[in-house]
T-cell receptor, first 115, second 113 residues
């Protein structure tokens, strides 16, 4: 597609439930990133994938968070046993590569509300 | 630890005026400094970026000034327009470490007509 596509755009879930957020990056972009945007913490890095390399999970806030990227394209961010502090906008971005090109293209995000 | 500090938090400027946003960083290993513009309900969009080997970069009405010795960089928006009203984020990254962005706290800019 022309841009980074994220779904759903909004998700309301009950505390304790699991959620899956999907990201469809720009075709041909080998690097894919997840960030979280919240009022209290601003924009925070969560995880990134580069080609077939092992993902960099250094930003994941707890073991309730995980992500995978299938076939070098679509990525899914999973949050297990959601807590109210997980409420935020989850942003996905892709780029041509970590060393090439200038900057990422972000999707419009998934607004997650945990009630 | 906040590695990129951004100021001011908000800014009001008259149409045609100059908007100036400042950022300071701590990690001297950062080698890529982009600015992002974000409108409500949208993801951040890359506006302009600079590498530390240059002191200034201009693209249209947007200019980045970079001071390596002071570990500071700034965004100047010339001839500000109401359509520039948005939140602006500075960021920094190390390309060799995955190009993971560390963002500043953001500046909400309002351009009054």
């Amino acid at each position: 597609g022309a841009g980074v596509s994220q779904s759903p755009s909004n998700k309301v879930t009950e505390k304790g439930k699991d959620v899956e957020l999907r990201c469809d990056p720009i075709s041909g972009h080998t690097a894919l990133y997840w960030y979280r945007q919240s009022l209290g913490q601003g924009l925070e890095f969560l995880i990134y994938f580069q080609g077939n390399s092992a993902p960099d999970k250094s930003g994941l806030p707890s073991d309730r968070f995980s992500a995978e990227r299938t076939g070098g394209s679509v990525s899914t961010l999973t949050i297990q046993r959601t807590q109210q502090e997980d409420s935020a906008v989850y942003l996905c971005a892709s780029s041509l590569g970590v060393l090439g090109g200038d900057g990422y293209t972000f999707g419009s995000g998934t607004r997650l509300t945990v009630v | 630890q906040q590695q990129v500090k951004q100021s001011p938090q908000s800014l009001i400027v008259q149409k045609g005026g100059i908007s100036i946003i400042n950022c300071a960083y701590e990690n001297t290993a950062f080698d890529y400094f982009p600015w992002y513009q974000q409108f409500p309900g949208k993801g951040p969009a890359l506006l302009i970026a600079i590498r530390p080997d240059v002191s200034e970069k201009k693209e249209g009405r947007f200019t980045i000034s970079f001071n390596k010795s002071a570990k500071q960089f700034s965004l100047h928006i010339m001839d500000s327009q109401p359509g520039d009203s948005a939140t602006y984020f500075c960021a920094a990254s190390m390309r060799a470490a995955g190009n993971k962005l560390t963002f500043g706290g953001g500046t909400r800019v309002l351009v009054k007509p």
